[in-house]
T-cell receptor
Framework: KAGVTQTPRYLIKTRGQQVTLSCSPISGHRSVSWYQQTPGQGLQFLFEYFSETQRNKGNFPGRFSGRQFSNSRSEMNVSTLELGDSALYLC????????????FGPGTRLTVT | AQSVSQHNHHVILSEAASLELGCNYSYGGTVNLFWYVQYPGQHLQLLLKYFSGDPLVKGIKGFEAEFIKSKFSFNLRKPSVQWSDTAEYFCAVNFGGGSQGNLIFGKGTKLSVKP
């Protein structure tokens, strides 16, 4: 079974631009969560989508948004990029249910200049 | 606020040494507990998990962890480390026991194993 895939793997943007990242979950997984990983803050939860609905949201500004499609694929968008948004963005998928075992993708490395 | 603490930022061991990495969390209710590992250049992989039942859980590659509810701890152990265990280890907690897909991660512990 294929794992979680994320595209693109690397991205360079300039301040003020916006960016869209994509995540394809493991087949059959209906929940997708997004995380930001930085050296200073570590791994921080952004949001979670289940059946096309945002079910949970972390403590990030409104510039960070996402959505999920009917095939469970998910995108996240960051508008008006800031230098501090440079990070590895990780997507994780789960079958959902009570146990919440998450499988992570390789991440998208975003650099904002 | 819910939080997860990993006490050691960087641990250096020789091969065959025993390993214990500490993890404590702040919440007193139901939790699901995880340890993830990130090998150099690779993505996060699940090492082991605890949901309920026997507080001593065994994972892949000879790792185990013990859930001590009274201490809000979930320490990771391995009796004898190998050079290939060099990686970063993350403790993660799902507060509330599931149904919401947000994991709170510790800051991670880098393990360097000297051959």
């Amino acid at each position: 079974k294929a794992g979680v895939t994320q595209t693109p793997r690397y991205l360079i943007k300039t301040r003020g631009q916006q960016v869209t990242l994509s995540c394809s979950p493991i087949s059959g997984h209906r929940s997708v969560s997004w995380y930001q990983q930085t050296p200073g803050q570590g791994l921080q939860f952004l949001f979670e989508y289940f059946s096309e609905t945002q079910r949970n949201k972390g403590n990030f500004p409104g510039r960070f948004s996402g959505r999920q499609f009917s095939n469970s694929r998910s995108e996240m968008n960051v508008s008006t990029l800031e230098l501090g948004d440079s990070a590895l963005y990780l997507c994780a998928s789960s079958i959902s249910g009570d146990t919440y075992e998450q499988y992570f993708g390789p991440g998208t490395r975003l650099t904002v200049t | 606020a819910q939080s997860v603490s990993q006490h050691n930022h960087h641990v250096i061991l020789s091969e065959a040494a025993s390993l214990e990495l500490g993890c404590n969390y702040s919440y007193g209710g139901t939790v699901n507990l995880f340890w993830y590992v990130q090998y150099p250049g690779q993505h996060l992989q699940l090492l082991l998990k605890y949901f309920s039942g026997d507080p001593l859980v065994k994972g892949i590659k000879g790792f185990e962890a013990e859930f001590i509810k009274s201490k809000f701890s979930f320490n990771l152990r391995k009796p004898s480390v190998q050079w290939s265990d060099t990686a970063e280890y993350f403790c993660a907690v799902n507060f509330g026991g599931g149904s919401q897909g947000n994991l709170i991660f510790g800051k991670g512990t880098k393990l360097s194993v000297k051959p």
